[in-house]
């Protein structure tokens, strides 16, 4: 069984200030995906990584996928109040035949205060 | 919006009923994912589905959950005689092919409550 740990789980900061979420795993996966999902509504799709190593930026928002491919970053530059929500990282199954068998982590809440 | 709808949003019912959740693919999407998000708990997968075909059923509970996708009409997770421990959050996905299911693409979810 593929398990995804995801760190923290709760993170509140203040507008400005600059945050990391991590995601770790014993297991290889063929990409990573992050999500974020605000209450009531169902995940909207980030980014998708890869390669291992692969960086990749969505404005403020940098992702990392680990050179192993078991664990990935995701760093928000100068958070803003509407970056408050719930991050979910969730990792595709190497090989084998699990297609479309999304493992998710149990999620990071950030709140970002005025 | 061309994206993944599910109906109904909210849904009760009683210990015993049946529940019938739907879920329509993206536009062009032909392959469909069923997760449940429990209070307290992240996404679990339950199955994975190609028009008229179940692919990976893995993650679904053996007795009560069925799911089928027809060649017609949206994907159904149906639930027989239903039990508190069945609230939750069921979240619907799709994806453009299988060499893309990792991309997946989500509905708004429908939320069970069993009284």
């Known amino acids: 069984t593929q398990l995804l740990e995801q760190s923290p789980q709760f993170l509140s900061i203040q507008e400005g200030e600059n945050l990391t979420v991590y995601c770790n795993s014993s297991?290889?996966?063929?990409?990573l995906q992050w999500y974020r999902q605000e209450p009531g509504e169902g995940p909207v799709l980030l980014v998708t990584v890869v390669t291992g190593g692969e960086v990749k930026k969505l404005k403020r928002l940098t992702f990392q996928f680990g050179d192993a491919r078991k664990d990935s970053s995701l760093h928000i530059t100068a958070a803003q109040p509407g970056d408050t929500g719930l991050y979910l990282c969730a990792g595709a199954p190497a090989g084998g035949t699990s297609y479309g068998k999304l493992t998710f982590g149990q999620g990071t809440i950030l709140t970002v205060h005025p | 919006n061309a994206g993944v709808m599910q109906n109904p949003r909210h849904l009760v019912r009683r210990r015993g009923q049946e529940a019938r959740l739907r879920c329509s693919p993206m536009k062009g999407h032909s392959h469909v994912y069923w997760y449940r998000q429990l209070p307290e708990e992240g996404l679990k997968f339950m199955v994975y589905?190609?028009?008229?075909?179940?692919?990976?059923e893995s993650g679904m509970p053996k007795e009560r959950f069925s799911a089928e996708f027809p060649k017609e009409g949206p994907s159904i997770l149906r639930i027989q005689q239903v039990v508190r421990g069945d609230s939750a959050a069921y979240f619907c996905a799709s994806s453009l092919h299988r060499d893309a299911s990792y991309e997946q693409y989500f509905g708004p979810g429908t939320r069970l409550t069993v009284t």
């Open positions: 589905l190609q028009k008229e075909n179940i692919i990976d």
């Open positions: 297991s290889v996966f063929s990409s």
